[in-house]
C-alpha cells in the first residue's frame, strides 16, 4: 500500500515570497490533517479536512495561509507571504476515517531566509 | 490549556532499557499515542493505549498509564542502536486519531 505522498522535500524561498505543497494521501483516506513542526517542537495541527470539508482550521494562521482539498483527495497547502518564522517542517497525514490511525508523510522541509 | 511534557533527552547503552516519560493534561483524550521519528523521515505510529488501560505491552515495547496523575510511559526493552530516534507522546483531546497534541519530542540516543 502506498504510503502519504508529500511534494517538494525540500523549498528555500526568500521572505514575502509564496510557496505551495502538495499532498496526496493513502487512497481511500477520507480525512487529511496539515501539521507544522518546528524545530526542536512537537508537531502542531494547522487544518484537518473530512473529504474537501474543513473540520478544524482554529490554528491556521489565516492571514497568510491557506489549504484546499479539491475533490476530497489532493490537498495543497499555501502560504503567501511567508516570514521567516514559518521555516518548519510540513507534514501531511491522513486517515481513513475519524477515529482510525493516522499515517504520516514524510514532510516538507520549509527554509524562510 | 492543553500541553504534553516530556524531557529532551535520554541516553542509554545498547541492551539496556530506555524509559521515555510524559504528562498530558486533558483528561478527556480518548487515546494515548507514542511516535517515532527518524532523522529526515515522518512520524511513525509505535504504539498506543486506550484510556481505560493502565498498561500495553507489544514486543519490546511495554506503554504505562497513570491516569490519575496524567502520566505515560515508554519501555523499551534490550535498546537497539535502531531505536535512536526523537519519541514523540500525544494525546486526542477530540478523539479523532489525527488531531493530536504532540510533546516536543525525547531524542533517544543508544551508544553501541
Known amino acids: 500500500e502506498a504510503g502519504v505522498a508529500q511534494s517538494p522535500r525540500y523549498k528555500i524561498i526568500e521572505k514575502r515570497q509564496s510557496v505551495a505543497f502538495w499532498c496526496n494521501p493513502i487512497?481511500?483516506?477520507?480525512?487529511l490533517y496539515w501539521y507544522q513542526q518546528i524545530l526542536g517542537q512537537g508537531p502542531k495541527l494547522l487544518i484537518q479536512f473530512q473529504n474537501n470539508g474543513v473540520v478544524d482550521d482554529s490554528q491556521l494562521p489565516k492571514d497568510r495561509f491557506s489549504a484546499e482539498r479539491l475533490k476530497g483527495v489532493d490537498s495543497t497547502l499555501k502560504i503567501q507571504p511567508a516570514k521567516l518564522e514559518d521555516s518548519a517542517v510540513y507534514l501531511c497525514?491522513?486517515?481513513?476515517?475519524?477515529?482510525?490511525?493516522?499515517?504520516f508523510g514524510q514532510g516538507t522541509r520549509l527554509t524562510v531566509v | 490549556g492543553e500541553d504534553v511534557e516530556q524531557s529532551l533527552f535520554l541516553s542509554v547503552r545498547e541492551g539496556d532499557s530506555s524509559v521515555i516519560n510524559c504528562t498530558y493534561t486533558d483528561s478527556s483524550s480518548t487515546y494515548l499515542y507514542w511516535y517515532k521519528q527518524e532523522p529526515g523521515a515522518g512520524l511513525q505510529l509505535l504504539t498506543y493505549?486506550?484510556?481505560?488501560?493502565d498498561m500495553k505491552q507489544d514486543q519490546r515495547l511495554t506503554v504505562l498509564l497513570n491516569k490519575k496523575d496524567k502520566h505515560l510511559s515508554l519501555r523499551i526493552a534490550d535498546t537497539q542502536t535502531g531505536d535512536s530516534a526523537i519519541y514523540f507522546c500525544a494525546e486526542d483531546p477530540g478523539g479523532s486519531q489525527g488531531n493530536l497534541i504532540f510533546g516536543k519530542g525525547t531524542k533517544l540516543s543508544v551508544k553501541p
Open positions: 493505549i486506550f484510556s481505560n488501560m
Open positions: 487512497s481511500g483516506h477520507a480525512t
Open positions: 497525514a491522513s486517515s481513513g476515517h475519524l477515529g482510525t490511525e493516522a499515517f
